[in-house]
């Protein structure tokens, strides 16, 4: 038997359970993962809540997941029982001890690269590529907002600007946080419960305002990251961790300095299987140059994912969280 974390309707913590469930046998183009080291993302939560509705009950959760290949179905020769393999996206289902996945979503993990960062780093780290070399491709020399800057895909979006020749201003809640995020290359912190951010972005940029804000808290930052752009400049609304961002007049962007907002998620990045695959070479090569350090701030096990789950929602977390198996 397996174990897995399923819901069978949405709601709070107290609606995750967990599951024995039989082992699946791998179809033709499937793999058999034992799994040793579990994601946790803020979509789980959308997911758990209902924000974004799965399509069927009672449903698996998680997106992001390490582990052992142990059996490969009909057609499958890109892999083989032992190899060490991760993968993002997908149904969800990811909170489980073992999984039948295509084959096409897993990619093998460098040997020095353990379980546990490849678990931590697949999703946060595809979306922080997304992020900086897709839907606004950082030049050297420009300036980025990113808020959560010492969340998980904050900590590594705040590396990898930084690496791409940006000036990176942070949001957080805490000066525990703000010294985090500038350990992982954030140049100015915020600490937004203290300080006003959209003159602070002004201040440090000497009026001009930034070329891009990467905003994944919703509700309660929209309107200020407008605010903090250079004329020109482009919101990235990829999240909202405070709350959805309810209707706005789209007319703001041409008063606010002709701006450019978009709105955009991993999965339409990730939908080619070329892509996809040489996008997680290139994030794992930069994970072991170490110019990328996935910082895990906690790992719990499997049955304790409704804590993990309330920590993140409770802004209590930092960098990555992990569930080992
Ligand atoms: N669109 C995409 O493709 C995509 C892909 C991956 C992730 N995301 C989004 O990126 C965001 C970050 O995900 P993550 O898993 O790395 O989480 P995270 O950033 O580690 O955790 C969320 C952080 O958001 C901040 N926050 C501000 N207001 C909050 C509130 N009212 N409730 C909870 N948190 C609040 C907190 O940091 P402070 O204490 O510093 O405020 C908190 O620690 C999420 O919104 C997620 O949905 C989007």
């Known amino acids: 038997m397996a174990q897995a974390v399923r819901i069978h309707k949405t709601g709070g913590t107290e609606v995750l359970t967990f599951e024995d469930v039989d082992i699946a046998r791998p179809g033709a183009g499937e793999v058999l993962v034992r799994q040793t080291a579990i994601g946790i993302n803020f979509i789980d939560i959308y997911h758990r809540t209902g924000l974004y509705p799965l399509p069927s009950y009672p449903a698996g959760l998680g997106l992001e ?37 295509p084959a096409s979503l897993l990619v093998k993990i460098p040997e020095n690269v353990s379980d546990e960062t490849a678990a931590a780093v697949m999703l946060k780290g595809l979306t922080a590529h997304y992020l900086l070399r897709n839907t606004f491709r950082i030049q050297k020399g420009d300036t980025i907002v990113i808020h959560a800057a010492a969340g998980g895909v904050g900590l590594l979006v705040c590396q990898w600007a930084k690496y791409l020749g940006a000036t990176v201003i942070g949001t957080v809640s805490t000066n525990a946080k703000a ?12 600490i937004y419960t203290r300080d006003n951010v959209p003159q602070r972005v002004k201040e440090i940029t000497q009026g001009k305002g930034a070329d891009v804000v990467y905003d994944s808290v919703g509700r309660t930052t929209f309107m200020d990251s407008l605010d903090c752009l ?26 606010k300095g002709s701006l450019y907002l978009s709105r955009p998620t991993l999965f339409h990045h990730m939908a080619d299987p ?17 110019m990328l350090k996935v910082f895990i701030g906690d790992t719990y096990g499997l049955k304790d994912v409704a804590k993990a789950q309330s920590d993140l929602e409770g802004r209590k977390t930092t960098g990555a969280l992990v569930l080992t198996v």
């Open 274 to 290: 070329k892509e996809y695959a040489a996008n997680a070479s290139e994030l794992f090569a930069l994970v072991e140059q170490n």
């Open 179 to 190: 010294a985090l995020a500038q350990q992982h290359g954030c140049d100015h912190a915020i």
């Open 65 to 101: 997941a390490a582990g052992v290949v142990e059996q490969v179905g009909e057609g499958v020769n890109t892999f083989k029982p032992g190899d060490r393999v991760a993968y993002c996206g997908g149904a969800t289902g990811a909170y489980a001890t073992y999984r039948v996945l």
């Open 230 to 255: 250079a004329k020109f400049g482009m919101l990235v609304s990829f999240g909202q961790s405070s709350g959805p961002i309810p209707p706005f007049d789209i007319s703001v962007l041409s008063q």
